[in-house]
């Protein structure tokens, strides 16, 4: 079974600076696929970032990056330059396996709370 | 605008009353997916399409029933509502071309009283 693991339930973070939040996983899978999303008080769920498995270098999408290291089983999310609009609930969730249909485990979440 | 429609937005119930919420996109997406939110919580999979005409259980698939009923259309039924399916639920869909990605709906706040 596969299971994803945040262990920060919340944290602040001053406008600006750069944030991590947290991500352990757990597969016997050797091929899978590690995402973000965030979950502003709106309530939608928005795409953020995505890691494969086999993928060598760290994803980037703009302000967002993915630290993967593959051997401790982690992949963090880092935010930089925090801006009042990062203020949300994020997921790290995982697909072990295509033959699972891209079915996405979820973690529990962080609550991220930028301060001006 | 393209994407990932459900109705309705929030719902009442009493226990033992049935409903159905309902998903349509216009993506030409092949694989749809319910899931729901506990507060506090992850989401967790209830049910999934991977294509018209075919559905599987997902991690917690108790007391609901789905029904791909074309490629655009994804419903989810509770046949007797319980207040432990106060939730919300989200549907989401995901296509070939960012064939990593899922779309999510806006979600579904239903409360089983």
């Known amino acids: 079974a596969q299971k994803i693991t945040q262990t920060q339930p919340g944290m602040f973070v001053q406008e600006k600076e750069a944030v991590t939040l947290d991500c352990t996983y757990d597969?016997?899978?050797?091929?899978?696929?590690l995402f973000w999303y965030k979950q502003p008080s709106s309530g939608e769920m928005i795409f953020l970032i995505y890691?494969?498995?086999?993928?060598?270098q760290n994803a980037t999408e703009g302000r967002y990056s993915l630290n993967f290291q593959k051997a401790r089983k982690s992949a963090n999310l880092v935010i930089s330059a925090s801006q009042l609009g990062d203020s949300a609930m994020y997921f790290c969730?995982?697909?072990?396996?295509?033959?699972?249909?891209?079915?996405?485990?979820f973690g529990g979440g962080t609550r991220v709370l930028v301060k001006p | 605008n393209a994407g990932v429609t459900q109705t309705p937005k929030f719902q009442v119930l009493k226990t033992g009353q049935s409903m159905t919420l309902q998903c349509a996109q216009d993506?030409?997406?092949?694989?749809m997916y319910w899931y729901r939110q506990d507060p506090g919580m992850g989401l967790r999979l209830i049910y999934y399409?991977?294509?018209?005409?075919?559905?599987d259980k997902g991690e917690v698939p108790n007391g609901y029933n789905v029904s791909r009923l074309n490629k655009r259309e994804f419903s989810l039924r509770l046949e007797s509502a319980a207040p432990s399916q106060t939730s919300v639920y989200f549907c989401?869909?995901?296509?070939?071309?960012?064939?990593?990605?899922?779309?999510f709906g806006a979600g579904s706040r239903l409360t089983v009283l």
């Open positions: 989401a869909t995901r296509g070939e071309a960012r064939a990593n990605v899922l779309t």
């Open positions: 993506m030409n997406h092949n694989s």
């Open positions: 597969t016997s899978d050797q091929s899978y696929g």
């Open positions: 969730a995982m697909r072990a396996g295509w033959a699972a249909g891209n079915k996405l485990t």
């Open positions: 399409s991977a294509s018209e005409g075919t559905t």
């Open positions: 890691q494969g498995s086999y993928d060598e």
